[in-house]
């Protein structure tokens, strides 16, 4: 089955700064990866995905970037704010629609 | 998106007991899942459920401890049987929209065992 990694498990940045978290997925018929964060007690909240023929999808403040070649995608925050605190999980997966998730990031944005 | 919603939202049960689930959609939807959230973990997916057949389960998860029906395009359960502490989890549904493989969850439930 799929394996997905996700690292750093944990980040700590300055307000203003960028946050970058990133994953790596094992399954090459994987084509769906899926970022999603999640408050403390709250569901969680896809916030933006990208598919296998895309490289890259930006929306307003975060960015994911995919490189099917590396079996490797990434998180990118930028212009970090206090409301973005929480912990953020990459997915991945293939036609079956099954989710297979990372272990998570606790972004921490210091004020 | 859709409306989830799940009940209960939390509840406390005694081991050996088993506790039902529901999941409810506003609107009609093909594929649902169940997924287990271990306190601070990651989520993990227990079964897919596709009204009209029968679940399927993934590694570690079997139809004895945790049957589910899907008995239309709008709702499920999942019922945890004979629990034990280790069963306490937050359990989450989630749903497919539009065949763009785009999940949403449910709010949760919180099930502690005593």
């Known amino acids: 089955g799929e394996n997905v990694e996700q690292h750093p498990s944990t980040l700590s940045v300055q307000e203003g700064d960028s946050a970058v978290i990133k994953c790596t997925y094992s399954?090459?018929?994987?084509?769906?990866f899926p970022w999603y964060k999640q408050e403390l007690g709250k569901r969680p909240q896809l916030i933006i995905d990208?598919?296998?023929?895309?490289g890259e999808k930006k929306d307003q403040r975060i960015a994911v970037t995919l490189n099917k070649t590396a079996k490797h995608f990434s998180l990118h925050i930028t212009e970090t704010q206090p409301e973005d605190s929480a912990v953020y999980f990459c997915?991945?997966?293939?036609?079956?629609?099954?989710?297979?998730f990372g272990a998570g990031t606790t972004v921490t944005v210091r004020a | 998106s859709a409306v989830i919603s799940q009940k209960p939202s939390r509840d406390i049960c005694q081991r050996g007991t088993s506790l039902t689930i529901q999941c409810q959609v506003d609107?009609?939807?093909?594929?649902m899942f169940w997924y287990r959230q271990q306190p601070g973990q990651s989520l993990t997916l227990i079964a897919t459920?596709?009204?009209?057949?029968?679940?399927?389960?993934e590694s570690g998860f079997v139809i004895d401890k945790f049957p589910i029906s899907r008995p239309n395009l709008t709702f499920s359960t999942l019922t945890v049987s004979n629990m034990s502490p280790e069963d306490s989890s937050i359990y989450l549904c989630?749903?497919?929209?539009?065949?763009?493989?785009?999940?949403?969850f449910g709010p949760g439930t919180r099930l502690t065992v005593t």
């Open positions: 989630s749903v497919e929209l539009g065949g763009m493989a785009e999940q949403y």
């Open positions: 399954d090459s018929a994987s084509n769906y």
């Open positions: 990208i598919r296998s023929n895309v």
């Open positions: 997915a991945a997966s293939a036609n079956d629609y099954k989710l297979s």
């Open positions: 609107s009609q939807v093909t594929m």
């Open positions: 459920a596709n009204q009209g057949s029968e679940a399927t389960y």
